[in-house]
């Protein structure tokens, strides 16, 4: 008891504390009339962290939008939100913090839990805000310079199975180009599951185009090789990629982008034709924005192979950095059988910079987390990245029942180990190029 009325205080003073600019007075008044309300304060927290995902069309499974969505499923966001487990965000911020980071604050996880308990009031009928609208670009105020859709609807079949596609699609672009920022929209927000944007620079791989990724020809377009394997990860959730100012990631001209869809099981027929939007920089070049990535390649106690029934770590180590960069951006990358993920830098004097830690790996809720500034890591670091892959019966995301021995492939059942970075290459070099649409 003691104990819940030190908590409510401590609660308390953290609201005073986020709030102090909007009346902590205010606010405590509202605790201590139990004035809590869903029109006041709780509609303002559901409609930035939960309608992006839980509105009609998008990704969550119902509607989070008025009081009447809420407030049936009071005890449920609760708890919800309580573990954590929503909305979905799997960096351990206590490891490092990112600019694109979806995490309640603890004083909101704490007005949703008194809230509840107060009994989930409605408050002012006349204060009730309009619910937000999605527009089709609703994070950058700038136009895309180059749409580009798949080339023709994908019928997604309903026999209830995963389907996981490739599509090729030219960008026909006539010079090579900076990209200023780079944006997935599905076409079908219900059933596109995550995207992945390859680009292809040999237009060897256009035959590619709606193949199944179990389709053995595929293992024949592998061979050649892509010249970026990945420009863009989309997973639900997932913003466009922003470059900072002054960057810009190139694009050569004819360029095919290759898009790995992932497609949710689907009871019924329906339709997909999901769309890349590039930005180009509209201002002066001075640094471009790289790919680096650590795979396979890299785990240093290889054979990667993972046997049935057992649990593997495996290490990926990167070459000591040959100058100083300036990380944007990691994703780390593994298939259903990742347990947990690490990726950290350590400089030549001993320090450890964190990169990323994923305590609980979810296949279904990759990210790429952007550094809320660019992180410089100094001339010969290494990054270090673990993997744990659990290839038991105890994982419940297996797909094998049983277990069978994994090794490495693009198939959600084979394994992947990659860390993907974007970065810029340091000091400045002083302007490449003043305009890409020149
Ligand atoms: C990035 C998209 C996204 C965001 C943001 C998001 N959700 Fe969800 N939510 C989902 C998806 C997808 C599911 C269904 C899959 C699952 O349960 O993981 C879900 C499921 C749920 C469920 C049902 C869980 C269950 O066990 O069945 C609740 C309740 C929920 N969300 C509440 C919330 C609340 C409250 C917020 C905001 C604080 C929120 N969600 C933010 C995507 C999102």
Redo the contacts with the bound molecule.
Sequence with gaps: MVFDELRQKIAKSWICFILLGVGCGLMNDAYAQNQITFNDHVVH??HR??????HKG?????S?ITYQD?AK?AD??Q???GTR????WKADPTFQRYKNE?L?KPH?INL?KVWVENGAPQGDLQKVPSPPTFANNPHLDIEPDLILPMTQPYEISDTGIEDFRFFSVPTNLEKDVYLKAIEFEPGNRRYVHHSRIMVDTTNQIRGIDRMSEYDPRIKEFQKTPLADEFMYGW????LPIVFPDGTGKPLKKNSDLIFNVHYAPSGVPDTDQSTVKLYFTKKPVSREVKTFALRENDIVNQPFVIPANNVKTFYLRSAPLSNEIQLISVLPHMHTLGQSFIAYAITPAGETIPLVRINDWDF??QSTYVFREPLTIPERSIIYAEGVYDNTSNNPENPNVPPKTVTYGWNTTDEMMNLIMYYLDAPPIGPIRRDSQD
């Design positions: 927290i559901i962290n939960c309608t992006p995902c839980h998008g990704i969550g499974p119902f989070l809420v499923r449920f966001i708890r919800v939100t487990y929503m909305p979905p979806r309640l909101e949703i997973v639900p959730g997932n279904n809720w």
